[in-house]
């Protein structure tokens, strides 16, 4: 039911969901259209990981500082990746579009280097994805903390056995020194949670599982300190590749679901990095 007063449009729809969906986007959104002058409103939403809100905040502070008056910049932050959403208002649609695409090109010479895409592209794993795929490349992975994160969003994706081929979740130290054979001496030199381990088992389970790159994952996400003195929320993560084998250390708080996905971020980032030098 359409009811319309002198100042007040008065719209009515059955309560049964499917009736009022039907009717909703069949009938009263085409109705409003055409009956009303609307603004149109414009999104962009740039894809950010690595750094935080404050971080990246004082990058851009004189960009946004200067964006046109009828543009907007919201930070939506989630462990470890920040979504810089644009949104731009007004009457004409095309000048809106403009306006984002040149704004938006600025924000990519100021932060380009943790930008990893934008939300219509999907998200990175998913970029991840497309990348080995269209380069006929396979990845493995080896997890301690994150206990198999990883490769869950990996094989969320429909199509991930075309390039992902499997992965050792080495939860225990025994398990990495008798399944991915990393030596004991190793570990007993370094600890479990140390840069050497990560290699050594980003090294052996992409040769164990014949893969051109593999991510290793070991760390303390506590809430104890379990084989390793290393602080709780200490990370690394490495990544082999066809050509060379990257570790990299990180210090990523005492919250143990945050340290998790935040290293699970972090993983498809440098991940993403090294795929595309080839």
Known sequence: MWVVTDKTTI????????????????????????????????????????????????????????????????????????????????TDKEFLEDAIKRETAKLYALIGDIIYGEEEDGSIEAGVAKLLTSRKMTLATAESFTGGKIAEQITAIPGASAYFLGSVVSYATQVKIDVLKVPEELVKKNSVVSAEVAK?????????????FAVATTGNAGPTKGDSEAPIGTVFIAIATPNEVLVEKFTMGNHRTRIVQKAVHKVFQMLQKEILKF
């Open 11 to 90: 719209i009515s729809l059955p309560g049964v969901p499917f009736e009022m969906k039907n009717l909703m986007n069949n009938e009263v959104i085409p109705k409003i259209v055409a009956t009303f002058d609307r603004p149109y409103i414009y999104h962009k939403t740039i894809m950010t990981y690595g750094l935080g809100e404050s971080a990246i905040a004082e990058r851009i502070e004189d960009w946004e500082e200067g964006l046109p008056g009828f543009i907007k910049l919201a930070y939506l932050p989630n462990l470890g990746k920040v979504r810089l959403r644009l949104t731009a208002k007004g």
């Open 200 to 212: 050594a088992m980003a090294v052996n389970v992409r040769e164990l599982l014949k893969a051109d």
